[in-house]
């Protein structure tokens, strides 16, 4: 994911920060740099899971007619991402 955006300064910013502390703590300048990757895109996922959680809940609170739906529509790309990961592509 991170090489599929466009550089952002604040990203580039922690990547190096986190890559140096790595670094300082002993690990190898090529491992530290895929540690501090790691974190990044998880750090990335747990935002997102969060900004759809409070999402969710707003639809549930303010639009609860189409909760239903929108929870159909979570379940059936969740489906489509695993068939395409079963498929290669």
């Known amino acids: 994911m ?3 955006q466009t550089p952002d300064p604040i990203r580039q910013h922690a990547l190096a920060a986190l890559t140096a502390t790595f670094m300082t703590q ?5 491992y530290a740099k895929h540690m501090a990757t790691a974190a990044i895109f998880q750090t990335d996922l747990e935002l997102r899971n969060a900004q759809l ?3 969710l809940g707003w639809v549930k609170q303010e639009h ?13 790309t969740r489906e489509e991402f695993e068939r ?6």
């Open 26 to 30: 002993g690990h190898p300048t090529e």
């Open 2 to 4: 991170l090489s599929e």
């Open 64 to 76: 609860s007619d189409i909760y239903p739906e929108a929870l159909a529509l979570l379940e059936s």
């Open 53 to 55: 959680t409070r999402l």
């Open 84 to 89: 395409r990961i079963q498929i290669g592509g």
